[in-house]
């Protein structure tokens, strides 16, 4: 059984870091892509970055230069170090997997077949 917890989230002044990890149990599939994704209160679910095995990364616009996406595939768990964060990244965080190898279509939500439960961040202006 395929299960992803998220951790790190909290509540920040504009201008301060969080990171966030995303330990992932149960993936079998020798390759696989992962991602974060963001829902604010009233809006719909958006990409934020995602990262396949060998480490090719995506980004969203809205995050790009503030937001670096790693992992570690010994230990199978996803970060996300999060600086210079702004009031309109709250929200609540998920990371996500699907099998394969590849950024396309990384930035979709309905490409990934498993989700965890999020964790929420807020920023304080």
């Known amino acids: 059984q395929v299960q992803l917890v998220e951790s790190g989230g909290g509540l920040v002044q504009a201008g301060g870091s969080l990171r966030l990890s995303c330990a992932a149990s149960g993936l079998t599939a020798r390759t696989w892509t992962v991602g974060w994704f963001r829902q604010a209160p009233g809006k719909e679910r958006e990409f934020v970055a995602a990262?396949?095995?060998?480490?090719?990364?995506a980004y969203a616009d809205s995050v790009k230069g503030r937001f670096t996406i790693s992992r570690d595939n010994t230990n199978r768990t996803l970060y996300l170090q999060m600086n210079f964060l702004k009031p309109e990244d709250t929200a609540v965080y998920s990371c996500?997997?699907?099998?394969?190898?590849?950024?396309?279509?990384?930035?979709?939500?309905?490409?990934?077949?498993?989700w965890g439960q999020g964790t929420q961040v807020t920023v304080s202006s």
């Open positions: 990262i396949t095995r060998i480490s090719r990364t």
């Open positions: 996500a997997a699907r099998n394969g190898d590849s950024l396309s279509m990384s930035t979709y939500p309905t490409a990934y077949v498993y």
